[in-house]
């Protein structure tokens, strides 16, 4: 069934009700069209207004259905709106608690960094100074505002002897870091404050990954090394003084012991022979030890001389080899020496400090090799080096021992805990002198594999 809208429906009545109002205009009132026009007039009247009444009676429904909708949407909105003012309070609040509790925690690293005793500089991915606390201020002679924002290069002097240490060498530019790293470490390096002041440090340059990833770019700490070297050398002073004291009486001991076996030797029993021989071993031990003790002395305060010149390499090892079989052979230990396939190897080195460097060497190895085990020499040689390789069939160095073992008075930890029976002197000595040639040394080596 067709509906009509509002506008439709007045329309149509609207026609009628000019056609009866025409119709009326032509009868008389009380004529039956007269009476019939004036009818539809009233009907249309009757049904225009009820027709507006009702269409305005579904509008103000309607409006007042929005306006019901509109309200309860906007005290939706208001509730929502109030929620998020709260959430947003509490945020704030928390991010503030958040904000208060790193700045304390920061405060309280920062008073930490500026009471260590080791002088620490932060420096960004720019090798710009970000920090610096005052023990860094006092080696390098400057206070923050002289530091801050300033590059590397610019306001520090690091010394490795006569080089300097550049920027990217302490603080390398690294993309891709996957682990924390010490890309820099030195003992005995000389700082020169801004005053001129000259300051013996040990040096570490780190890079972390966390302060990699918020531009930071690396953590140098500096150790101020100036009273370790004054204690260091009194100590040198005294061992020294000591060992020149003892050299004297011991050289006399074992002199005269010498000469007292010799002039008696067909009155002296075995026992006593044995006795004296034990006594004249200790004696060489000692004197030995004396000897070492004056060599470091030396080393530390640089005074350590080499006298250069031109030797024949091959005739050194032969005569080191053939002198140190002997004591090999005493202890059932098989020397083997292979030679390379040449006449002569001619090297410039010290003749007496070279032979001090292989006969240490070789003696550690029959000292450390049980009877029956083996000792294997051999050279490797090229245009511009000789290399010397010794391996032996002993006890093996355990691989945590390997990085010290050239280290002052280290000594080795054997079975059940036991200390070797040396002084740890012997190879700090031997690496000292090979560093003197400008050379290497190195140790490969396995527990029971030697």
């Known amino acids: 069934m067709p509906k009509f809208n509002f506008s439709a429906k007045v329309t149509l009545t609207t026609v009628i009700f000019i056609v009866f ?10 004529s039956p069209w007269g009476i019939l026009a004036v009818g539809a007039v009233l009907l249309w009247v009757i049904v225009t207004g009820f027709t ?3 269409v305005i009676s579904s509008k103000a429904h309607k409006l007042e259905e929005v306006a019901w909708e509109s309200s309860q949407k906007g005290l939706q909105f208001l509730s929502a ?21 790193a700045s304390s925690q920061i405060n309280q690293l920062l008073a930490g960094l500026d009471g260590s005793a080791d002088g620490i500089i932060i420096l960004d991915s720019s090798r710009k100074v970000v920090y610096l606390n005052k023990a860094a201020q006092n080696l390098v002679g400057l206070n923050p505002n002289e530091a801050f924002g300033k590059s590397y290069d610019d306001i520090f002097q690091f010394y490795r002897g006569t080089d300097q ?15 924390d790293r010490i890309v820099l470490d030195e003992h005995g390096v000389k700082v020169i404050a801004k005053s001129g002041k000259e300051n013996l440090i040990n040096l570490t340059s780190q890079i972390t990954r966390q302060a990699h990833m918020v531009n930071l770019g690396c953590i140098i700490t500096l150790h101020d090394a100036s009273k370790d070297k004054e204690f260091e050398n009194m100590k040198m002073d005294f061992v020294s003084m000591a060992a020149h004291e003892l050299r004297t009486p011991i050289t006399s001991i074992h002199g005269y012991l010498d000469v ?6 067909d009155k002296l029993s075995d026992d006593a022979k044995g006795l004296l021989n034990k006594v004249a071993i200790a004696t060489q031990q000692l004197q030995a030890l004396v000897e070492n003790l ?3 002395s030396k080393i530390e305060r640089g005074a350590l001389k080499t006298n250069m010149e031109r030797i024949d390499y091959l005739t050194i090892v032969k005569q080191i080899t053939d002198e140190i079989n002997v004591r090999a052979k005493d202890k059932n230990i098989k020397l083997t020496v292979e030679w390379p396939k040449v006449q002569s190897l001619i090297i410039e080195a010290d003749k007496v400090r070279i032979g001090e460097v292989i006969m240490n060497l070789l003696s550690n190895a029959i000292n450390y090799t049980p009877a029956t085990g083996t000792i294997k020499v051999w050279l490797e040689n090229d245009a511009n080096s000789v290399t010397t390789c010794i391996a032996d069939s002993g006890q093996g160095i355990p691989k945590e021992a390997i990085p010290h073992l050239f280290g002052k008075f280290f000594r080795v930890v054997q079975k059940l805990g036991q200390e070797s029976k040396s002084n740890g002197l012997g190879l700090y000595i031997t690496k000292s002198v090979i560093d003197l040639h400008h050379g290497r040394i190195w140790v490969d080596s396995e527990v029971g594999k030697g």
């Open 81 to 101: 709106q109030k929620e998020l003012d709260l959430n947003y309070q509490a945020k704030i609040q928390d991010l503030s608690l958040k904000e208060t509790r």
């Open 21 to 30: 109002s025409a119709v009326a205009l032509n009868f008389a009132w009380f």
């Open 294 to 296: 004056l060599s470091v």
């Open 260 to 265: 007292f076996t010799k002039e008696n030797s």
């Open 52 to 54: 507006i009444l009702k």
């Open 165 to 179: 240490i550049n920027g990217f060498e302490i603080c390398p530019n690294i993309l891709d870091l996957k682990e």
